[in-house]
């Protein structure tokens, strides 16, 4: 099976660090990452997704990235909106997308634990969505 991962360059050394853990996840599950895309942000990351699960070597994606707690609640609306687009983005293709963004709301403390876990679970989603 083949991955596409969509990376969020806002917190590029914890996402590149998140995108390691997700490469070792998935050839764990002898899963191929077929493409790896570089976003500005997570909320650049629908459109990738789009184009990339657009492809027929693409049998799912996954999200990869971080929204910290800020002074308004523009990331809690940024974290809802891409969550929903992810979602309508699996309906649409009929093609699993294993969300790891950790976040909204992120405190500086609650990323660097979250980092392996949320990188490998999204991953196993996918895995567990592909039947």
Sequence with gaps: MRLGIVCGSFHRNEV????????DEASSKNWEV??????PGS?????????????EDIDGA??????ERGETDHGLVMGQSVTKAVIELQITHNKP?????IG????????EPRLEPHAR????????MIG
């Design 62 to 67: 996954v999200v990869l990235g971080i929204i």
């Design 97 to 101: 997308i294993g969300l790891g963004i």
């Design 121 to 128: 679970a999204a991953v196993g989603a996918v895995t567990a």
């Design 16 to 23: 590149e660090r998140m995108l390691e853990y997700a490469r």
């Design 43 to 55: 909320m650049e990351a629908p459109l990738a997704l789009d184009r990339m699960l657009h492809r």
């Design 104 to 111: 909204p709301g992120a405190e500086p403390e609650h990323i």
């Design 34 to 39: 077929a493409d790896v895309a570089w976003v």
